[in-house]
């Protein structure tokens, strides 16, 4: 069974930091695309970046250059480093593991009908 724990989110000023993990079991951790999504009050999940079983990255524009997503394979561990935040990076992330590999939608990391999901952690920046 596919759990996925997310942690570290908390409420940070405008252009300050946070790191984000997603602790993961029940699967063979290193060959499925990591991603990870967001979901804002009143909007749509989105999909904010994701690395891949080879390594290869991808991400949002309104992230690019802020944040770096990376995996530790042995701790089967997701991160997020977010840094230069802004009050529009407020959402609650998740964590989302996909054993086909990830999938893009317009450029940005979407999910499959395999998607797994953790529960949330909650980021919220102030000005």
């Known amino acids: 069974q596919v759990q996925l724990v997310e942690s570290g989110g908390g409420s940070v000023q405008a252009g300050g930091s946070l790191r984000l993990s997603c602790a993961a079991s029940?699967?063979?951790?290193?060959?499925?695309?990591m991603a990870w999504f967001r979901q804002a009050p009143g909007k749509e999940r989105e999909g904010v970046t994701a690395?891949?079983?080879?390594?290869?990255?991808s991400y949002a524009d309104s992230v690019k250059g802020r944040f770096t997503i990376s995996k530790d394979n042995a701790k089967n561990t997701l991160y997020l480093q977010m840094n230069s935040l802004k009050r529009e990076d407020t959402a609650m992330y998740y964590c989302?593991?996909?054993?086909?590999?990830?999938?893009?939608?317009?450029?940005?990391?979407?999910?499959?009908?395999?998607?797994?999901w953790g529960q949330g952690t909650q980021v919220t920046v102030s000005s």
């Open positions: 690395i891949d079983s080879d390594g290869s990255t």
């Open positions: 989302a593991a996909d054993p086909w590999g990830c999938t893009y939608c317009s450029g940005v990391p979407c999910p499959s009908r395999r998607t797994y």
């Open positions: 029940g699967y063979t951790y290193s060959s499925y695309c």
